[in-house]
């Protein structure tokens, strides 16, 4: 009886995914066009060698520490701007298969083991594809080289065809860009540089997590000690921190993801230092604080011996200053953004993590007599709200006039394959069926579905709250001076506990004029369970 179930089983599986396979994907064809573009370390890299054989090395499991110092360590040119690769032999290609989607979906689709560490856009292409947009004719993605600078002639000029063959393959329909982390970077600076091509072929831009004043702590500790992708141990698979630190540092788009200096920070991110000093023949220990732009000569000190070996050949690796001199030149370009008034801004970041903000090496109990030793020592953080990688501050400082900045609870890897993210994405874009749990009223306010309560309720997890804030800037032109009233708010999610069965969700709102009023928008009561 026990064999007769499975296999009937087995045969309505087979059948089942028969169906699945066959199934012709919803398309429609009145939808907009949509340009995916990733940020640092989101896009496949493959490696060419004279014969025109290809191989993947950027992200693989099998040698991959191995390939990744041989072919991708670089040398930044100050001449050109561009980081070229330590291996003359070969060249460094993105893929283009599916349309560029290929590059940014998983970045290892060979990968089993760890698969969720791997994946970038996935999720996203696949919500997409379901919302009825269609590969090579209403979705297209932009992969590139993310060692190179964000304003990198080649980039720019590869980004500039993307444009115009995704607007041609749409039947001639400007595009929405989504950008994620320094995607953003890479796009404002093509707006800079490159206006009137971006004018002609974008609707509007949706940056998500986008370190628009830079990632301070995340970026210091990369340039200092590294940095890691996956955690766990995921990483005796992967690439090690020192290889990835060697990398960076010969990286203009690193540099370009440092504090800006000349933004006004709430609290300036600090470099600290516990130093061991001698003053009078007594030994004491103090604790330093430098700003971003005091702090280069403490980094600069740091990697003053730093060294790699290759081909057998030592070769030396300070912090280099030509790619800061690069990097200033960066920043100074995209203070100067300006939107065109034919495109329409978005901007989703991440909240409710602790982000490094403030770096500090040693401990009083620990001093540091030599700045070298920093690159062995582990970072203690500062942190201040954002999504794990960038502040909130940085990613809300854009800079343009944007129709809407909304924050939602994620993290900064996280947030591109979150629901809620997905649900504001297919609001702006018109995609899909109509979300029968999206306020209407106010756009940006979402609650939470009974799925999401009842989740938490069997995982028991005690009590829960969620937050999103969000902010919608009004295009009312009878408002001089830019002085339009902002609409603010957050939504509040708690549950009680897995042995009552009742959860709320409230959304509350706050129209910011001259007058302060508070309006509340809409309050829900969800009960969930028996």
């Not at 283009?96 to 698969?115: K, N, Q, S, T, W």
């Not at 394959?417 to 069926?433: N, P, Q, S, T, Y």
Request: with cysteine; aromatic share 10%; net charge negative.
């Amino acid at each position: 009886m026990v064999a007769v179930s499975l296999e009937e089983l087995i045969k309505s599986i087979e059948v089942w995914l028969r169906l699945v396979k066959n199934r012709i994907p919803y398309v429609d064809p009145d939808l907009d066009p949509v340009l995916l573009v990733p940020g640092i370390a989101g896009s496949i890299l493959n490696a060419v060698d004279a014969n025109g054989k290809e191989e993947r090395v950027w992200v693989r499991i099998l040698g991959a520490d191995h390939e990744f110092r041989t072919k991708l360590w670089s040398r930044f040119d100050p001449s050109t701007g561009q980081t070229v690769s330590m291996d003359q032999k070969t060249k460094i290609l993105v893929p283009e298969d599916r349309f560029g989607l290929y590059a940014i979906d998983v970045l290892d689709p060979d990968m089993i083991i760890g698969r969720d560490g791997a994946i970038y856009f996935h999720d996203m292409i696949e919500e997409m594809l379901m919302s009825g947009y269609q590969e090579g004719k209403t979705l297209f993605g932009f992969g590139y080289d993310f060692r190179q600078s964000n304003r990198l002639q080649e980039t720019l000029d590869e980004f500039s065809d993307k444009l115009q063959s995704a607007y041609t393959a749409a039947g001639g329909k400007k595009l929405t860009i989504i950008t994620h982390s320094m995607g953003g970077l890479l796009v404002k600076c093509f707006m800079c540089l490159r206006s009137d091509v971006f004018e002609k072929y974008v609707k509007s831009w949706i940056a998500i997590a986008a370190p628009f004043r830079g990632a301070p702590g995340y970026i210091t500790t990369s340039l200092l000690n590294g940095m890691s992708f996956v955690e766990g141990w995921e990483q005796n698979f992967f690439i090690s921190k020192w290889s990835m630190h060697q990398l960076l540092i010969e990286c203009p788009s690193i540099y370009e993801l440092m504090a800006c200096p000349n933004f006004d920070w709430n609290t300036s991110p600090l470099l600290q230092v516990w130093r061991e000093k001698i003053e009078c023949g007594n030994t004491c220990t103090i604790l330093e604080s430098y700003g971003p732009e005091e702090s280069i000569s403490i980094m600069e000190e740091a990697l003053s011996c730093n060294t790699v070996t290759y081909e057998g050949e030592e070769l030396p690796l300070p912090l280099n200053l030509d790619i800061l001199k690069w990097a200033s030149k960066t920043h100074e370009i995209l203070s100067c953004a300006k939107l065109p008034s034919t495109v329409k801004f978005y901007n989703i970041y991440g909240t409710n993590n602790d982000t490094p903000h403030s770096v500090c090496y040693g401990s009083e109990d620990a001093p540091i007599s030599d700045l070298k030793q920093i690159l062995l020592l582990g970072a203690k953080y500062i942190s201040v709200d954002g999504d794990g990688t960038v502040p909130t501050e940085s990613a809300k400082a854009d800079g343009l006039d944007a129709v809407a900045r909304v924050g939602v609870q994620a993290d900064h890897r996280g947030i591109v394959c979150d629901r809620h993210v997905f649900r504001i994405l297919k609001h702006w874009l018109k995609a899909g069926e109509p979300d029968p749990f999206y306020n209407p009223i106010i756009d940006y306010v979402i609650l939470p579905t009974a799925f999401e309560i009842e989740k938490h309720r069997e995982e028991g997890v005690p009590e829960i709250t969620m937050k999103e804030e969000w902010e919608m800037v009004s295009e009312d032109d009878d408002y001089d001076n830019h002085k339009t009233p902002h609409l603010v708010g957050s939504l509040f999610v708690s549950h009680t506990g897995k042995d009552e069965s009742h959860a709320e969700a409230h959304a509350t709102g706050c129209l910011e004029s001259e007058s302060k009023q508070q309006v509340e928008v809409r309050a829900v009561s969800v009960s969930v369970g028996g």
